[in-house]
């Protein structure tokens, strides 16, 4: 099986799920012996051509047009996309093209009908729903027609969560015999091999020894919710008053929550780090007493994913694929959406009880390991591109 994926994101390029999402399946799919030709942006650095066995990876860079907008660069860099991509279909037999998200559809789109191959997309996140239903803009509106060809184009589309297999049936019209669910994974090894070690010296970097870290990582951002994670922080101070938050990420709200915290008096008790290297998040998560993700808008969660690989007791919003992942009291802790006070309870929930949040940090960690390991998502995934090329060789296109 040789395949052409389309992504956006690929290390060292990772910005949010969809990249480490990519990241993580590819590999699981070469030792299934699948060949993955892989085509990205060249973002973030990483060479031009990259091999080893079973994997390419092919660097484009990007192009851009002065004063052009986000949709516009991102259209003219397709075009170097379509370029490689094609060369590879002619030269490679490549049986399957996997695109993920409307970022690389352009290209995608155009390969499959030059070289009449079919194509899978995963999607992995709507701007609809990014929106929380209004598309304002008239790039909202542009990148929300994109999702809506890609769906159409798509043999077959992959959704990480049942909410966003309904999102893509609603917004989108698409049939839901058309869309396989398949979650994201997690590698709980990256998280144990900080067991038994030491990290006392690293956590006082964050915290003194007397505080409790309430930990959140990610992009900062308005649909990640962390403008509800500050208001809270002085609820949770009046009955923890040795919590220390501290929010990991960049991303446009990070100036605006900094100020915020200082408004609210408690600017001393929220750190925000900025970006932070991997081992320092996944080592951060084994020390924090507690993670948090109060997103308003969430089409999976792999953060709440390595919360619980890492055994760290998890507090999220109950939007989206978090609901899915994260069963209340079960496996963690679930709060109303945008609501400062069920936030703050989770929070002080989980600190004031450590016993019960162990349990549900150990509950959680033994789902992960039996349900979301990127071993099981891939053979999912490879028996989905045997369908397609098997209904593909019984038509005429």
């Known amino acids: 099986m040789r395949v052409l994926m389309l992504s956006w994101e690929y290390p ?43 994997l390419a990876v092919y ?6 047009a002065p004063r052009s907008d986000f949709y516009t660069r991102t259209w003219l860099t397709n075009i170097k996309l379509e370029e490689i ?39 992995h996140a709507t701007e609809q729903g990014r929106a929380r239903g209004h598309l304002v803009t008239e790039q909202q509106r542009a990148i929300h027609s994109a999702e809506w060809w890609l769906t159409y184009e798509s043999w077959r589309v992959i959704a990480c969560t049942q909410f966003m297999a309904n999102e893509i049936a609603s917004y989108f019209k698409a049939p839901m015999d058309k869309i396989d669910v398949i979650p994201n994974g997690v590698k709980a090894d990256r998280f144990a091999r900080w067991d038994g070690v030491d990290l006392s010296r690293f956590r006082s970097v964050y915290a003194p020894p007397g505080e409790q870290i309430i ?70 998560y084994k020390v924090a007493s507690c993670a948090v993700f109060p997103s308003l808008y969430e089409p999976f969660g792999i953060v709440a ?25 079960e496996t963690g802790i679930t709060v109303y959406p945008d609501n400062v006070e069920s936030l703050a309870w989770g929070i002080n929930h989980t600190l004031a009880r450590p016993d019960w949040a162990a349990q549900r940090a150990e509950n959680a960690y033994k789902m992960v390991l039996q349900q979301y390991t990127w071993e099981s998502i891939a053979e999912r995934t490879l028996e989905i591109y045997e369908r397609i090329v098997a209904e593909r060789a019984k038509t005429d296109w």
């Open 59 to 64: 660097r484009v860079e990007p192009l851009d």
């Open 305 to 329: 994913l390595e919360a619980m690989a890492a055994k760290t007791p998890v507090v999220v919003s109950l939007v989206g694929g978090l609901q899915e992942v994260v069963q209340h009291g």
């Open 215 to 284: 930990f959140y990582v990610g992009r900062v951002v308005q649909e990640k919710g962390l403008q509800v994670l500050v208001e809270a922080v002085p609820l949770v101070l009046a009955e923890n008053p040795a919590a220390k938050f501290v929010i990991a990420g960049t991303g446009a709200l990070l100036g605006d929550l900094r100020s915020r915290a200082w408004e609210l008096g408690v600017g001393e008790k929220v750190l925000f780090t900025g970006f932070i290297p991997d081992d320092d998040r996944d080592r951060l």
């Open 85 to 123: 991509g094609g060369n590879l279909c002619t030269t490679k037999g490549i049986d399957l093209i996997h695109n993920h998200d409307w970022l690389t559809a352009f290209s995608a789109a155009a390969l499959k009908h030059n070289f009449k191959i079919p194509l899978l997309s995963t999607i």
């Open 12 to 54: 060292p390029h990772v910005v949010g799920g969809l990249g480490r999402h990519v990241a993580d399946l590819v590999p699981a799919l070469v030792k299934l012996g699948v060949e993955v030709h892989l085509v990205t942006p060249r973002s973030a650095g990483g060479g031009a051509l990259e091999e080893s066995d079973g």
